[in-house]
């Protein structure tokens, strides 16, 4: 078993940089791809980002996709998002997940998640 808690989130002007963490305790994060989720108000969790175990790979959405960065560090267990120019449609609650197999954490489907950070872009 493991767990994941982010950080990082807050409220930033619209054009603002966030850098996000999830910190993961438990080993098996060092072998698993990690990603991030996001869910606005009164919308459906939406995939962010994904990175496989070896880092070697990564994935984004179209909407972030030359705005964001995830990277990781293993010797700490932990994921990053780096996001820049920041827009008022980023306002959502940022999930961290988890999963042995990166085409079920993409598809939402991981088996681990933490509770959520807050980034709210002012405009």
């Known amino acids: 078993q493991g767990q994941l808690v982010e950080s990082g989130g807050g409220l930033v002007q619209a054009g603002g940089s966030l850098r996000l963490s999830c910190a993961a305790s438990g080993r098996i994060f060092s072998t698993y791809p990690m990603g991030w989720f996001r869910q606005a108000p009164g919308k459906e969790r939406e995939f962010v980002a994904a990175?496989?175990?070896?880092?070697?790979?990564?994935y984004y959405a179209d909407s972030v996709k030359g705005r964001a960065t995830i990277s990781r560090d293993n010797a700490k267990n932990t994921v990053y998002l780096q996001m820049n120019s920041l827009r008022p449609e980023d306002t959502a609650v940022y999930y961290c997940?988890?999963?042995?197999?990166?085409?079920?954490?993409?598809?939402?489907?991981?088996?681990?998640w933490g509770q959520g950070t807050q980034v709210t872009v002012s405009s």
């Open positions: 997940t988890a999963d042995g197999r990166i085409a079920r954490l993409r598809a939402g489907t991981g088996d681990y």
């Open positions: 990175i496989s175990w070896s880092a070697s790979l990564t």
